[in-house]
Structures are given as C-alpha cells and as structure tokens.
Nanobody, 126 residues
C-alpha cells in the first residue's frame, strides 16, 4: 500500500521560512513524479509545485516562484518543499502527491493523481 507522510508544518511569522518533507513508501519513488498542493480555509485545493523523476524539471504556482523550492532525494524516498518569505496567504493544509504515470505538466493541472498524503498544516501569522 502506498503511503505519503508529510511533516514539517507549523506556525511561523510572516517573512519566515519552513521546510516540509514527504516520505514515500510502497512505490518506486524514482519513477514517481512528485508534487505539493495546498488548500486554505474556504478555498479549493491548488497546485503549488511539482518535480520530475530526474529532478530536471520543476513547476511552480506563479505566486510562490522565487520563494518556494521543491527538491527530492531519491535515496531517501523523500520530497521537500522549502518555503521562504512566507505570507499569511500561504496559510493552508499542504498535501504531498505522487504518480508514476504522469509528468509535471499533467500533475499541475490536477487532472488525475494516483496518491495523496493526509496533509500538514502551515499557519503564517502577521
């Protein structure tokens, strides 16, 4: 059974930084496109970032470009989201996603994604 377990969420002041981690098991991690999504209070889930199997391609939501960085360590079966210059608007539950059959472009469109974590809450205070 595939499991994606997020960690690293918490409370941070505006302008601060936080790093989220997602540990994957039950799948061949190196064959999986990985991504991060978020859902704020009263909002729909939105795409945040994705990274290709080789880590050669990354995609980001426009509002987080230059502030967030997605990376992966295939030896550790873990994907990360380094978040800097955080804003209150970044407050949301952040979800990790994985799929072995799609690339970053399709993942960014949220068309069909096979696996999801349960999420970790990030709260940015002003």
């Amino acid at each position: 059974q595939v499991q994606l377990v997020e960690s690293g969420g918490g409370l941070v002041q505006a302008g601060g930084s936080l790093r989220l981690s997602c540990a994957a098991s039950g799948l061949t991690f190196s064959r999986s496109t990985m991504g991060w999504f978020r859902q704020g209070p009263g909002k729909e889930r939105e795409f945040v970032a994705a990274i290709s199997r080789s880590a050669q391609i990354t995609r980001y939501l426009d509002s987080v470009k230059g502030r967030f960085t997605i990376s992966r360590d295939n030896a550790k079966n873990t994907v990360y989201l380094q978040m800097s210059s955080l804003k209150p608007e970044d407050t949301a539950v952040y979800y990790c996603a994985a799929d072995t059959s799609i690339g970053t472009q399709t993942m960014s469109a949220q068309r069909s994604i096979d696996y999801w974590g349960k999420g970790t809450l990030v709260t940015v205070s002003s």
